[in-house]
C-alpha cells in the first residue's frame, strides 16, 4: 500500500534523486526492495544486525547496495555531502525526539545541498512523563513546530509537509519532503 501511486508517500518520493540513496530503519527490506534497481547506490541502515542480514539475504543479486549496522543516532561512518536522499517511513514514528532532531541533523551532515530528506513521522503531541507504547499506535511525541524547529536548524526547507490519518486516527502522523539548503 506504501508503494501504490496515488499514496502521498510515493508522491514525495517520486521527487527524491535516487542516485545516492540512504534509508534509515530498513528492517527486512520491504521499501529496499521496492526501489533498488532505480537507485544509484543504496545504503541501508539499521541498529539490529539481523535486520541486515535479512537484507543481504533478500537483495544478494544487487550490487548496488551497501549495508552500514548504525548506532541508533547518526549516519556513521557515512561521508559528508555524499548522499543525493535520505528517507524513512514507517519507523520513526516510534523515535524520541532527541532521536528526529539527531537524525535531522545527521542527514544535514551526509546530504549534498539540495539533497531531499523524506521522513514519516509521528504528530501526536504525548504527555512527556509516559512511555510511547501507551500512546495511540505506539506513536512518540513530536509537534510540528518541534519538527519545524529541527529542520530549520539543520539547514532545510520544507517542499511538502502534511498530516496524515494513520490506523483511522486522523492526523496521527506526519509526512514531510525537505531539501537541504546551500550554506553561505
Known sequence: M????????????DQLD?????????????????IVANCGHLTLVDVFKDN??????RLESRANVS?????????RPIPDASATAVFCYDA???????????YVDAA???????????LHLSNYNAPDDRHYGLNPQARNRMTAKMFADFCTTAGFEFVENLTMAWGGIKDLDRLALCRKLARA
Open 2 to 13: 506504501f508503494w501504490d501511486s496515488d499514496t502521498p508517500f510515493r508522491s514525495m518520493f
Open 18 to 34: 535516487l542516485a545516492d540513496t540512504v534509508e534509515l530503519a530498513c528492517g527486512h527490506g520491504r521499501h529496499a526492495a521496492q
Open 52 to 57: 541486515l542480514v535479512r537484507c543481504q539475504e
Open 67 to 75: 549495508y552500514l549496522l548504525g548506532d541508533g543516532y547518526s549516519f
Open 92 to 102: 520513526m514514528v516510534h523515535f524520541s525526539p532527541d532521536l528526529v532532531e539527531s
Open 108 to 118: 544535514a551532515r551526509i546530504l549534498k545541498p539540495g539533497g531531499q530528506l523524506l
